[in-house]
């Protein structure tokens, strides 16, 4: 509540402290989340295009400079979740594929089961075709001596 009414005497042009005291006092922490931020949008330019438009920089050209440290930290926070929706989007497609290994494991073990069956039936037709030829039928009896 407390920072609400900041706010609203901020908006309405009321300050405790000028601008000018505060960026001297903070010029420091403003350098540092200056650097940072162009830092992470040019680190993290793909994960920004999204909110902030084609060009992101564009986006902080005119901002307060005692706003910068609140826009690094957002755009930190925003690449984070570009970056957690595309891992879950690659676990995703990660447990698909393992769920599709599965199945084509799955018909391999159908696939090997069914070549074994074949296989045990050409032997079964190879013994048979054997023991065909092999009896002996009328033409094939030996001549018994005399």
Known sequence: MFEHLLWGLAQSGIGFVDNATLQRRFSGVI?????????AISDRRQYLVEKYGPDPGNAFADVDPLDIPRYAAEVHKEALK?????????????GEARAGARVSEKERAELIRLRARQQGKQRKAERKRRAAKSKRGKKGRRRKRK
């Open 82 to 94: 570009q970056m957690e929706r595309e891992i879950r989007a690659v676990q995703r497609r990660e």
């Open 31 to 39: 350098e540092a989340a200056e650097s940072d931020l162009k830092a």
